[in-house]
Each structure stands twice: as C-alpha cells, then as structure tokens.
C-alpha cells in the first residue's frame, strides 16, 4: 500500500478521509471512463460528479488536500446506490466499494456529533435492533399484530398514513406479512439430506429476511435438502452488519461479523448458503472487513471462502432437483415442510396462469410501456437505450418459439449477488429447468431497480427515477413472474408493479418459485 503523505489541511474530515481512504485504490483509477455507462446514477442524471470516476476525483482531491469536503462532497457519496455496477466494468479492477464505505465511514464518523433525531434513529437501528435477533422478533410480531388485528386497516381507512410521505406510505403497502416466528421456530434447525449427503451447508437467515420472508428461508431449506444438502442453522448467528457497512457503522459491521464467523464455525458447515444478494455480498467480504485484526483475520478468510448463494450452490454443487409446473408440482409431493405454505388462492398470477393453461394460450399483460412512465431525457444516446428496451423484440421473438401454454417469467439481478458475488448464470439456469416456463430476458436486468438497502428511503427521488425506467423494462417483456434473489429488490419491484402493473404480473423470490414447483420426497 502506498504510504500515506502527512495531511497538512485543519479540515477534520478531510483529516478522517486522508486516513480511511485506500490511496492505492484511488491511484489505482486511471480515469478512462469504462465505468460511466453502467452506473445508474449516472445514466440518470449525466453528471460526472454522480459517477464512479466522478466520485473517486473527488475523494481523490479530498485525500490530496486539493479540495474541502463540503456539502456537496458528501451529498455526492450519498447519492451513490453502492450497487458496485462499476467494478465489473472496470479495467483495472478498483475495489469502488470498498472506497465508498470507507468516504461515507469517516463522514459518519465527522457528522456523528452534531445530529439530533437522526443520530437517535440511526443508533437504535443500528445498535439495539438490527444486531439483536430477539429485537428482530419482537418488531416482526408487532408488524404481523399490527397487519392481522385489523389495526392495518384502522389505520388505512383513519388518514393517518397521509401524514407520511409517498415513499413510506406506498412501502407499508407492500410489507410481506410479518411474524415473530423465525425459521428456527417454525422447522427447526437441523435438516438431513435427502438421499446420499453431498455436503453440510449454515443456512444464513438474515434478520429482516427471517421475520418478513420466513416462508422463503424454509423453503430455501426444503430446496436444499433436496439437492442433497444437510442443513444447519446456527442459533447464535446475527444480522450480516451490510446495512451498518453501507451507512458508515463499520465498527458495527465488524463486531456483527466476528458473532457470525463464530456461530457458523461452531457448526462446523462446508457451506454458508444466503439466499439475499445484499447479506450473501457483505458475507463474502469478511475477510476485507476484518483484514486488519489479527485475531480474526483467518477466521474470516475462512467464512468469506464459503459462502454461497443458494442457487450457485444448487446449480453448481448439489442435485439439482427437478421442477415441474407448478399444478403437477402440488399434487405430486406429499405433506410440504412444516410452516410451508399453501398457495394464495387470491394469487392473480396463477389465476391467469391457470387461464391460460386451460385457454392454451398465454393471458395479455400490458402493453408495452402502456401504464409506464416516460424514460426521463438525459441526452440522445440514452434515449435511444430507452426507445430499444420498449420494442418487444424479446418478448415477441420468445412467445414465437415458445409453447402455447407455457407460463413467461423474467427476472432482475440483485446488484450485489452479480456484482460482488459474481452469480447471474445460476439462477437463470434454475428457472430455465422449470417444465413449462418460458423465460424472457428483461432489458438492463443487471441495472439496479433503486432499492439498494434504503437508498430508496433515504433518497426516494432517485430511487423512484430509476425505479421508473426499470418497470417500463419490467412490462416490456410481458411477463407473469418477475424473480429476484434479494428481499430488498423484491419489495422494490413490488412497488414498482403496484405503480405501474396492470395485475397480470407477480413478484416473487427464485426460491419460493422453484419451491412451488418442486417434485422430490416432499
Ligand atoms: S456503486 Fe453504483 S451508483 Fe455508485 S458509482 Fe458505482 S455504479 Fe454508480
Ligand atoms: S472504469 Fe475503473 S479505472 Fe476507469 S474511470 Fe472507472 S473506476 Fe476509474
């Protein structure tokens, strides 16, 4: 690493920056602009300050005492979504994300003393809930009290909500139904191969994911055990800390991370398998996030090799089990896991899923773009983009070869799971195997859909610009699924449909899809 030049501003978060900031990373940018076209950001707005390179000169002037980090520096840093699009399209590999949880630590770090609610919020967020898996259980009940008692509707129906603003009262929609009763509680946490044991894998739960998404972790495990797996899961382990990590709490991330390197070294697992593109990618990072202790450092190495994304580890080390549609999938099994689900029947997907299958003929979705917003203009070339997205080259060249009765899917990547992890083969490969599905590629699947942890509730502005394009993409290919493999990208996208579906699509997780339609010792 280079050795870093005395700093000789007074400027005391340009002192922290100067120290935090890695000045090999930072040199290492050689400015040549590869990155721009794939940064959301960018691409929305065309300013160079709101891209990769933008940002790295200016926490490169910062470091080398050219500039004062004011304002404006640090709404730039702010601005980013972290969706680490600009890694994979760089030349000389800058670890971006690495740069940026650095810059927004020692803005946290500088800003920490002089905030009033917010300093509040974030430390019970940060510090009493989120590490505290009992915490998370007891928010998950309130939630699930809250959505079943009829207190929801109260609420709805008394106004209250309008006092909040757009972003959090269309987010309270489109909450999963909540529960305290994690994975643990609902099947236990200790599940046999089935059949000749391939390997024994840590089921990462997550903290949000165990107490709003619960049904996808057991059938996350169903999945798993199918594919040959034996399948633990440590009690003892806690949130990933990718939140603390993306907002500046790196001393939070690394505590976090040292509980899990723990728990999942005691159940002595081949694999630790996610199945959230935001927990498996700071998962993988252990090792960066803790190189610099010497007592953990291997430990962390250790855990960082293993970790998996569920589909990467179906595709690519188990047996992949066989998918059928979904009708023969519920009659063929037998009794399901505990705590699994039986299908909605109000699910507006399989309805006109079932239409179709019984018409032989796939239902309509909206027409392209139809209830979509308009692409902002941000300069011809982007346009152009945008124009090609909405010809329905893809869905009509797909729905041509495909059979008449087959049910169209598509899916958006989570940014993490391909751009840190580096898995976007796998799970389209798992839906592909589904008798009876015709898979469409969405255009810019692999652009962020404006989640990215609660960027879209601390910056609802851009979040529902990018958001915005991406459902004229989403509708673009006709599809009755939209898939994702990350919770936060779900519930994204969920929003995005609820503002601009027709109702002919639905959104759900790769895991629960597959697990509707699994055919195995069920
Ligand atoms: S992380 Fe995403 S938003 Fe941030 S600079 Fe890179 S591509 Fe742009
Ligand atoms: S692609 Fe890499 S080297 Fe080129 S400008 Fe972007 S970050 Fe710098």
Request: hydrophobic share 40%; net charge negative; aromatic share 6%.
């Amino acid at each position: 690493m280079a050795e870093k030049a005395a700093c000789t501003t007074s400027n005391p978060l340009a002192q922290k920056l100067k120290l935090r900031l890695d000045e090999d990373q930072l040199t290492n940018c050689m400015r040549c602009g590869f990155c721009l076209p794939a940064c959301p950001t960018f691409r929305e707005t065309g300013i160079e300050a709101e891209s990769p390179r933008g940002r790295i000169a200016l926490m490169k002037a910062v470091a080398d005492g050219i500039m004062a980090p004011d304002a404006a520096f640090e709404e730039q840093m702010n601005h980013c979504l972290g969706c680490r699009a600009c890694e994979p399209a760089c030349p000389a590999d800058v670890k971006y994300g690495q740069l940026i949880e650095q810059a927004r630590d020692a803005i946290e770090d500088h800003t920490d003393s002089h905030r009033g609610w917010v300093k509040l919020a974030r430390r019970t967020a940060f510090k009493a809930v989120f590490p505290k898996q009992n915490r998370m259980k007891l928010l998950g009940g309130a939630l699930g009290f809250y959505q079943r008692s009829g207190l929801q509707k109260i609420t709805r129906g008394s106004g209250i909500m309008k006092l909040f603003p757009d972003h959090m009262r269309e987010m309270e929609q489109i909450l999963p139904e909540s529960s305290s009763r994690g994975v643990i509680e609902r099947i236990g946490s200790r599940h046999p191969a089935v059949g000749a044991k391939v390997a024994t894998v840590g089921l990462f739960r997550g903290c949000l994911m165990d107490v709003m998404f619960t049904e996808t972790n057991v059938h996350t495990v169903e999945l798993l055990t199918q594919a040959g797996f034996e399948v633990v899961i440590p009690d003892t382990q806690n949130c990933c800390g990718a939140l603390h990590a993306h907002s500046g709490e790196a001393d939070g991330a690394r505590s976090l991370a040292r509980g899990n390197i723990r728990a999942f070294r005691e159940a002595g697992v081949d694999y630790i398998v996610s199945n959230a593109g935001g927990c498996g990618a700071i998962l993988t990072e252990y090792d960066h996030l803790l190189h610099e202790d010497a007592q953990w450092k291997d430990d962390a190495a250790w855990f960082a090799a293993r970790v998996k994304d569920v589909s990467d580890l179906l595709v690519n080390f188990g047996r992949v089990p066989k998918f059928a549609e979904r009708g023969r999938a519920l009659t063929a099994g037998g009794p399901v896991a505990a705590g699994a689900s039986a299908p909605q029947a109000a699910d507006p997907a399989a309805q006109a899923e079932a239409s179709a299958a019984v018409a032989g003929t796939p239902a309509t979705a909206a027409a392209a773009g139809s209830t979509a917003a308009a692409p902002a203009d941000i300069g011809a070339e982007l346009a152009a983009i945008e124009d090609a997205s909405v010809q329905p080259s893809a869905a009509s060249a797909a729905a041509a070869s495909a059979p008449a009765s087959s049910v169209r899917i598509t899916y958006q990547d989570s940014c993490h799971l391909r751009n840190v992890m580096r898995s976007s083969d796998a799970p389209r490969k798992l839906m592909r195997q589904v008798a009876g599905v015709e898979y469409v590629e969405m255009f810019e699947a692999d652009r962020c859909c404006g989640s990215a942890g609660i960027y879209n509730l601390t910056q609802p502005e851009m979040a529902n610009q990018i958001l915005d394009h991406k459902m004229v993409h989403a509708n673009a290919t006709e599809a009755r699924y939209l898939l994702t493999s990350n919770p936060g990208c779900l519930l994204q996208m969920k929003l995005g449909n609820e503002r601009h579906g027709d109702g002919s699509m639905k959104v759900m997780h790769v895991v629960d899809f597959l697990h509707e339609r699994l055919l195995g010792d069920r």
